[in-house]
């Protein structure tokens, strides 16, 4: 089903030792770096071909998609506007509400991504000086 090619194990193996929400471009950059030049295109088809075989997952942003790997456990993103970046959470208590809104609505809920968009604590502290060693990086 899967055609398991050397740029597809190089963008599988790359995914599943990091904890990176990664995009497109962000993984062709990696692998050139990494000696394995693999054209955008490719690394486009890859990243389908490999969520279509359920080897990675992906997270929907508007029109673009960021991949991760497939073996954490389930979580939620929190996206920052400013600079891109995702953080994970779980809150049990809204785990449980959105299988109580599916039960009540008689929907089989068969998975769900929940985004929080916003300005991450980073880019919402780096402008005000005497805050600037809080900042934390992601
Ligand atoms: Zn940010
Ligand atoms: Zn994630």
């Known amino acids: ?5 050397p740029q597809r194990q190089a963008i599988l193996a790359l995914i599943n030792r990091s904890n990176v929400h990664w995009d ?15 054209g955008i295109a490719t690394v486009y088809r890859g990243l389908s071909a490999l969520e279509g075989a359920g080897l990675i997952a992906s997270v ?5 998609k960021r991949y991760e790997r497939i073996d954490k456990s ?15 959470f779980v ?6 509400l959105q299988a109580q809104v599916a039960e009540e609505k008689g929907f089989r809920m068969l998975n769900h991504q929940l985004l929080l968009f916003g300005i991450c604590y980073a880019c919402d502290n780096h402008d005000s000086n005497q805050d600037l060693d809080k900042g934390k990086k992601i």
């Open 74 to 88: 389930h979580h939620d993103h929190l996206v920052c506007t400013e600079c891109g970046s995702l953080e994970e």
């Open 91 to 96: 809150q049990p208590e809204i785990e449980r």
């Open 60 to 64: 929907q942003l508007g029109d673009r």
């Open 1 to 5: 089903m899967l055609r398991v090619t």
């Open 24 to 38: 497109a471009e962000e993984l062709a950059r990696e692998l050139v770096q990494s000696g394995q030049a693999v």
